[in-house]
């Protein structure tokens, strides 16, 4: 119960993060927010502290949930004070936005995400879109290599004891759908391919939204700040879970081999 509380806790404080530390946040804008803190913090609490899982995969396979949280924490925290040191700049966010800027100038070559990035985003001052753009960027490409050095040098995620499929699987029913080997190479492709086109078809449906629908105020920084947060995410977060279930369908393909090899003996 304590680190299911513990999460919430961490949750709710990721959820208000820029709430907490923006200027001139309005009444109306901290009351909504508490409400999905609250929200959010209540579902993290129920989710963790129940024996059995519901909704949250990997749930007992660390470090993949906690990649994933640091990660998005990580992004939306430096983002909150970048668009903080715009209006009360200090050494700290000057040296940050120095840092985001020579990043992002780095990343902002044609075709690139953060070029379609920073022309889905024509309200927002362009140095700031490319420093925000370049730090979230950077955060999500050393989340992935992370996540895959845990996966191919600590033999995540056996290292510490056996992979229980359906607590840290609870969405997927290995008995529907023909062979589960199967099933699980097939979505660790989609999941790797949607990962790697996401980061383009976002600016691009935010394009397509500012023309023919009802756009983002970008203009407002937690607005700026979430948007950002989410396109360099959620397609790290997808790659993430594509290269795990190719994990766990190369454990299950090794021991059908073991399986194999033992009976085959035996018979001999």
């Not at 845990?150 to 699987?169: E, Y």
């Not at 062979?179 to 976002?202: E, M, T, Y």
Request: some cysteine; glycine content about 4%; hydrophobic content about 55%.
């Amino acid at each position: 119960m304590v680190a299911a509380l513990a999460r919430a806790f961490l949750v709710a404080l990721l959820v208000a993060t820029p709430a907490l530390l923006l200027p001139h946040t309005r009444i109306e804008t901290t009351q909504v927010i508490a409400l999905v803190a609250l929200i959010a913090a209540i579902l993290t609490f129920v989710e963790y502290v129940s024996d059995s899982p519901s909704l949250i995969e990997f749930r007992a396979a660390p470090p993949f949930n906690r990649t994933r949280f640091f990660s998005v924490a990580a992004t939306v925290f430096l983002l909150t004070l970048v668009c903080r040191g715009e209006v009360h700049a200090t050494a700290l966010t000057d040296t940050l936005t120095r840092t985001g800027m020579a990043i992002g100038v780095a990343m902002d070559f044609p075709f690139s995400p953060v070029r379609l990035m920073l022309l889905a985003t024509d309200p927002v001052p362009e140095p700031l879109a490319r420093t925000l753009a370049g730090i979230a960027y950077l955060i999500s490409l050393v989340t992935l290599l992370f996540f895959v050095v845990v996966v191919r040098l600590l033999d995540w995620p056996i290292r510490h004891g056996a992979f229980h499929f359906w607590i840290n699987l609870p969405l997927y029913d290995p008995t529907a759908g023909g062979d589960i080997l199967r099933r699980l190479k097939r979505d660790s492709h989609v999941n790797v391919a949607l990962g790697f086109l996401l980061p383009f078809l976002i600016p691009a449906a935010l394009k397509v939204a500012s023309v023919y629908g009802s756009p983002l105020s970008l203009t407002d920084p937690q607005t700026l700040i979430w948007t950002m947060s989410i396109w360099a995410f959620l397609p790290a977060s997808l790659i993430m879970r594509g290269v795990a279930l190719m994990r766990i369908a190369d454990l299950i393909q090794e021991k059908r081999r073991r399986a194999y090899a033992q009976a085959d003996l035996q018979t001999a």
